[in-house]
C-alpha cells in the first residue's frame, strides 16, 4: 500500500487514528441501484462478470464516480471461490446462491477444495487494473467467513432457518469443523490473492452468524473465522468483519481479530462500541431502509450515526446492511454529502 492509501481517511478511521470527517462507503455500492451498472450487466451472468476484470474493474469504480465515496469494493461476490475450488453453482437474480449437489457428507466435504491462487487469476488481474484508477481511493477486498459459506453450501441456497446447517452443526461436529476448516483455507487463500495484488483492507462478511447464540458462535464458528483472520494479521492492512443481527455477537466478532467490527441497524453505535471495546473500530450503521423515507429523515437519522460513531476509537460510515436494489442513487450521493459535512 502506498503512503498516500495509508494515510487515508478511511484506512485512518479503520486504525482509529484522526480523521477530518468519518469516511464513508456502502456495502452493495455496486450493484442495481445504479442505471449504469444494470446496463452493462445486461446479458452477462454474475458469475460470468466477476471473472472478466474489465467488467470487476468498471463496475468497482461506478460508485467512486458517481457518489465519491472513500473506498471501493472489489466487485465480485463470496461464492467467487467456491466456484473457483471447484463447487459446481450459479448466482440466481433475485435469489442468490444456488448449489447444484448439497454438501451434507464427509464424502461431500472431503471432496471440497482447496482453492489454487490461480484459479482466481483474473481477480489478482482485476485489482492491479483498478489501483491506478483508483489512485487515493483505497480498494476494499473481501471474502465470505465460514459459517456463511457452510450454510449456503449445506442448504443449498438461501435460507431463513439454517436447519440443514445446524443440524449438521449440532449433530455431528467434527464433520462441521473438517468443513469450516476447508472454507477457511479457501477463504484465507482468495483474501491473499487479493492482498497480494494490492488491497488497502479486506472485510469478513458473516452475513448470517446473527442466526447463532453467542454460546454456539464461540464454540462452532469464532475458531474458524479467528484462524482466517490471524492469518491476515501481518498483512499490513485493516480487517473488517460484519453480520447482520449480530448484537449479541459484537464482542466475540471483535475478538475473532478485527480492526473493525461492522455493525447492522439494530444496535445503535455508541452501545456498539461498549460491547466491542476500546480497541476497535466501528463500520455502520443506518438502516438501508431509511434511504426511502422524506430526506429531512435520512439527514437526521445520518446525523445521529455520526454522532453516535464519535464514541468509538474511529467510525466508517456505512448502511446497516447492503444498499437495497430499488434505492434512488441519488439519495445516496446526498448521504455522503452529509457524512462528510458533519
Ligand atoms: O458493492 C459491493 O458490495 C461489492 C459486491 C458484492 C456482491 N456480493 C455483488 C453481488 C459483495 C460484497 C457481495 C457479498 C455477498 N454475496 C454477501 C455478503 C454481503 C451481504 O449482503 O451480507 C452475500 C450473503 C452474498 C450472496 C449473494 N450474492 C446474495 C444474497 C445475492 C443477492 C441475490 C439477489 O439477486 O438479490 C448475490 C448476488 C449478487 N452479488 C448481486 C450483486 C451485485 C446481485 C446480482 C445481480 O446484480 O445480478
Redesign the pocket.
Known sequence: MTKSLHDSVFVRACRGLSVPHAPVWF??????SLPEYRKI?EGVG?LESCRRPDLVTEITLQ?VRRHGVDAA???????VPLAAAGVDLD?V?????VVAAPIRTAADVAGLGPLEPGAVGYVDEAVRMLLPELGEIPLIG?A?APF?LASYLIEGG?SRTYLKTKAMMYGDPDLWNTLCSRLADITLAFLRVQVNAGVSAIQL?D??AGALSEADYRRFVLPHSARVMGGLADAGVPRIHFG?GTGVLLEAMGEAGADVVGVDWRTPLDRATKIIGPDRAVQGNLDPAILFAPWEVVEREARRVVAEGRTAPGHVFNLG??VL?ETDPEVLTRLVDVVHNC
Open positions: 456495502m452493495r455500492q455496486a450493484g442495481r450487466r454474475m460508485p469494493i472489489l466487485f465480485s461476490d463470496i461464492v448466482i437474480a433475485g435469489t442468490g446462491p473481501f465470505g456463511t438461501p462478511f452475513s448470517w447482520v446492511h447492503g436494489p
